[in-house]
């Protein structure tokens, strides 16, 4: 499950207006979304639960009361009003939980391709631990906790959409390609535009979205069925994430992307 609520700031969702909260409340209203939901989940099931900096601290202890917390990612959203009294808000956090013990981490299917600055060759001048190609040099690196390379959907992008709060593709392909097999169910309560449906989609996982503005819903629906002629996920190419503004971030190979044959509908509330 992708839980990616409404953050405890004020917010106009195409006319349903979130209100923040105090923090308690938020907490209380957070601790009912999870009793509601977590019923739905298989023992084996894992929860990403997304948050800024100022939510992130109210969600963990109803988090860690009822699941196995086991990391928080935080990731750079590139974009961010500057402050003359603060240091820039630039991150957000996803909350890396679990049912139980018993769980899936993939972590082969999500390794970061990085230029290597400072290339090693062994004794008899191989690559170490890298490759060397005509667009430069690249090492396949484990994924840490930090994720710079992710880029936020702008005007020119196709998976761009006037939601406000909409997550990037590559974003949500990590959380999807480590925490489930092809043809499991992803599940978001909370879908907006439709970025998890079709990140599913396009990697062969099932899906099933629940969201509550009907413009958002039709939105969903278009991404839904270009994916079918489009299944290319930005940064995401020959079954690697590559790191943002490289060469094959900006070409991505259609090719090597996984497109599902099989889908889950849509369910609207």
Not at 65 to 72: E, G, P
Not at 94 to 113: A, G, P, Q
Not at 142 to 158: E, G, L
């Amino acid at each position: 499950m992708i839980l990616d609520p409404p953050y405890n700031l004020t917010k106009n969702y195409n006319g349903h207006v979130f209100q923040a909260k105090e923090a308690e409340a938020y907490a209380t209203w957070f601790d009912d979304v999870l009793s509601s939901l977590l019923p739905f989940l298989r023992p084996t099931a894992t929860v990403y639960a997304c948050s800024d900096w100022q939510t992130s601290t109210l969600i963990f202890p109803m988090l860690d009361k009822r699941l196995h917390v086991r990391n928080r990612i935080t990731w750079e959203r590139e974009k961010g009003r500057g402050a003359k009294a603060n240091w820039k808000n630039n991150t957000e956090d996803i909350w890396f939980c679990t049912v139980s013990d018993d769980y899936h981490f993939d972590v082969e299917t999500v390794k970061l391709k990085r230029r290597v600055i400072a290339p090693y060759r062994n004794g008899n001048g191989e690559p170490k631990d890298w490759e060397e190609s005509d667009n430069g040099n690249y090492r396949l690196t484990y994924p840490s906790n930090i994720w710079t390379d992710i880029t936020v959907p702008f005007w020119s992008m196709p998976e761009n959409t006037d939601h406000p709060t909409q997550k990037p593709e590559k974003l949500i392909a990590k959380l999807i390609l480590a925490s489930s097999r092809p043809r499991e169910v992803v599940f978001d309560p909370f879908l907006g535009s439709g970025t998890t449906a079709v990140v599913a989609k396009k990697l062969g996982r099932r899906y099933c979205g629940v969201e509550l503005d009907r413009d958002y819903c039709c939105w969903a629906l278009k991404r839904l069925k270009l994916a079918e002629t489009d299944p290319d996920i930005q940064g995401y190419s020959a079954g690697v994430f590559w790191e943002r503004n490289s060469l094959a971030d900006q070409k991505p190979q259609k090719a090597c992307t996984t497109r599902a044959n099989d889908q889950m509908g849509l369910f609207n509330e």
